[in-house]
């Protein structure tokens, strides 16, 4: 039983690992193909490609987690590299957070001044909040660094201890810290998703009441079915490493590999929704198939 469940993780490893990787460099070499023949990038295209490049190596990191559960690789190779998955998870969590902003602007329509100049301004904003995402990720992850890592480190080696107990709670400053990471862009993202259901909503309220077929129905309906699926695995994302933090499951048993599954799936199964809901995405990911197979 025991070897069935090794082995059924670790085929689920790598086809998360293979998956993640294949559908997040896809869209980045559509997208360098692009930037070469047209000497430009669009905001949108330059942000899915620092989403992907992030993916990618969050990918990679987590699979060297899942070779630590499998004790197939060291401890002090995951030790040495979490700090790193720290910063490269929050890096991704924000610009997946600008994604969503960046579909409620140019989606929804809310009558608001505010809101106006951002459906304005969102693809000149795009390379700044990059940079300031960058930046914010930066500054974070080197607190946590210095204030956070007795605590993350006393969390691992718990977790990796054959004779386990619960670390100490850290300090409530270290807590402040670890939290300015994660929910101001979770608060973002919330915001844009409310708005955006809140403004499809209507709009299909007033379409059904003139009793008219509204032609763009369509892509917003495809936009906010990618945007709530996102949603359910942002919130995973965020369920499985606040469940890591407090230590709730045993090392190496069956729900701590359970929720390593579920943390996992999400920079694969998003990208896999990006590609299928953007229209010009999924035309060049089909052209780039179809050119592969004639070379062969």
Not at 53 to 82: G, P, W
Not at 116 to 132: A, E, Y
Not at 191 to 197: F, I, K, W
Not at 246 to 275: D, E, K, N, T
Request: aromatic letters at 14%; hydrophobic letters at 55%; a positive charge.
């Amino acid at each position: 039983m025991l070897e069935a469940q090794f082995i059924i993780f670790l085929l689920w490893a790598v086809m998360q690992s293979l998956t993640g990787v294949f559908a997040n460099g896809i869209i980045l070499v559509v997208n360098s193909i692009t930037l070469v023949r047209q000497r430009r990038l669009a905001s949108l295209d330059l942000l899915l490609s620092c989403l992907a490049t992030t993916r990618i190596c969050m990918q990679v990191l987590i699979f060297n987690v899942h070779l630590v559960a499998l004790s197939l690789v060291k401890v002090y190779m995951f030790t040495e590299n979490f700090l790193i998955l720290m910063f490269v998870n929050e890096l991704g969590l924000w610009f997946a957070t600008w994604l969503g902003v960046f579909y409620c602007a140019k989606i929804a329509t809310i009558p608001h001044p505010i809101f106006f100049w951002l459906k304005m301004r969102i693809s000149k904003l795009v390379p700044w909040l990059i940079l300031g995402s960058l930046l914010y990720s930066l500054i974070t992850s080197g607190l946590q660094s210095k204030y956070m890592w007795p605590f993350y480190k006393g969390v691992i080696m718990s977790y990796f201890s054959k004779n386990r107990t619960k670390t100490e709670d850290p300090p409530p400053d270290s807590l402040y810290i670890f939290l300015a990471g994660l929910i101001p862009p979770l608060l973002i993202f919330l915001v844009a998703v409310l708005l955006l259901v809140f403004s499809l909503g209507r709009h299909t309220q007033q379409m059904r009441t003139m009793g008219t077929r509204d032609p763009c129905r369509n892509p917003q309906v495809n936009a906010l079915l990618s945007i709530l699926s996102f949603l359910i695995l942002y919130f995973s994302h965020y369920a499985m490493t606040i469940l890591f933090c407090v230590q709730i499951f045993q090392f190496g048993s069956f729900p701590f590999r359970l929720c390593m599954m579920i943390a996992g799936a999400y920079p694969a199964g998003h990208s896999i929704i990006l590609i299928l809901g953007n229209a010009k995405m999924k035309q060049n990911v089909k052209m780039f198939l179809l050119h592969g197979k004639c070379c062969q």
